[in-house]
């Protein structure tokens, strides 16, 4: 008998721990889809790329913390899927800024070019460097101001030309627009 009555303690025990378990689950799954409705707000009002990444990073972080603790059950499914959703969003974001970066370089450098070109009608650019670019943001403004070294060779004489050419744009985050100034300082 007593065998019986263990088993059952056993047995009801262990459907305690299940129907725990399981209660702890939906509250904690509760609280991740809290936490990612925040993030999703978050990223709806914000234009800045590196906030809305780092609110990338926590909604990934609130998730796998979520997974580690969980590891069966349909909200576990619904986790590793958001997880996926999240991930590809960071990763969207992180090629959107990247892409103005590359935009606005590439604009910079024809900026340089043209402003050099003028500068030396009769010449040729043989060599451009761009050294490190000072970065700053105003708001939801990242600007970058760069000084390029540039060589030419005059076409008819064969004259050297050295030039520094100092360049400004920004990035619009809000608009995801880049722009240049066309305010160009050169030196020689």
Same mark, same amino acid.
């Given at each position: 008998m007593n065998v019986k009555f263990a088993s059952k303690f056993f047995l009801s025990l262990s459907i305690c721990i299940i129907l725990i378990s399981c209660n702890n689950q939906e509250k904690e799954y509760s609280n991740l889809q809290n936490i990612i409705s925040a993030c999703e707000k978050e990223i709806q009002a914000n234009p800045d790329y590196d906030s809305r990444i780092q609110v990338c990073n926590n909604a990934i972080n609130s998730i796998n913390k979520f997974l580690q603790d969980f590891s069966?059950?349909?909200?576990?499914?619904? $986790?590793?899927?958001s997880l996926q959703s999240w991930e590809t969003k960071k990763e969207d974001l992180t090629n959107k800024i990247n892409d103005l970066h590359h935009r606005?370089?590439?604009?910079?450098?024809?900026?340089v070019k043209e402003a050099a070109s003028k500068k030396h009608v009769f010449?040729? %650019?043989?060599? %451009?460097? $761009?050294?490190?670019?000072? %970065?700053?943001?105003?708001g939801y403004k990242i600007i970058v101001n760069n000084t390029y070294q540039i060589r030419m060779e005059g076409i008819l004489l064969g004259r050297i030309s050295k030039l520094s050419v100092h360049v400004?744009?920004?990035?619009?985050?809000?608009?995801?627009?880049?722009?240049?100034?066309n305010d160009v300082k050169i030196e020689e």
């Open positions: 069966s059950g349909q909200q576990v499914d619904l $986790a590793r899927i606005l370089n590439n604009l910079l450098e024809s900026k010449s040729n %650019i043989t060599k %451009i460097e $761009a050294p490190k670019p000072t %970065i700053n943001k105003q400004t744009g920004w990035i619009d985050q809000e608009k995801d627009e880049v722009h240049v100034s």
